[in-house]
């Protein structure tokens, strides 16, 4: 599977971005998919993730700022981001686990290993 991210770019502090990763094909029918960060000169941070049942799971930072969604028809997976800080400057990846894993886990836990990544798309969020 391969999975391609777009919608990122420059904004200004309190704007918003949409974010779409279309994946290459169908994929296992239980999955969970989400998105994570990685800013200059730090770690990988999970942002949001759904998961096989539909269950989401967002960051501390981004909760009720960011909305993540699916259209399975579509095979595209999205994250609305409002009231963008410039903290959020950073490059955002996509990514899919196939399996029934809660959201949560897959957002916290979850090593990266045994899944599929994207290019990732930069976010620049000015002050």
């Known amino acids: 599977v391969q999975l391609v991210e777009s919608g990122g770019g420059s904004v200004q502090a309190v704007g918003s971005l949409r974010l779409s990763c279309a994946a290459s094909?169908?994929?296992?029918?239980?999955?969970?998919m989400g998105w994570f960060l990685q800013a200059p000169g730090k770690g990988r941070e999970g942002v949001a993730s759904v998961d096989y049942d539909g269950s989401t799971s967002y960051s501390a930072s981004v909760k009720g700022r960011f909305t993540i969604s699916k259209d399975n028809a579509k095979r595209t997976l999205y994250l609305e981001m409002n009231n963008l800080k410039p903290e959020a400057t950073a490059i955002y990846y996509c990514?899919?686990?196939?399996?029934?894993?809660?959201?949560?886990?897959?957002?916290?836990?979850?090593?990266?290993?045994?899944?599929?990544w994207g290019q990732g798309t930069q976010v620049i969020v000015s002050s």
């Open positions: 094909r169908h994929t296992h029918s239980d999955h969970c």
């Open positions: 990514a899919l686990k196939g399996g029934r894993y809660a959201s949560s886990w897959f957002l916290h836990l979850w090593t990266g290993r045994d899944g599929y």
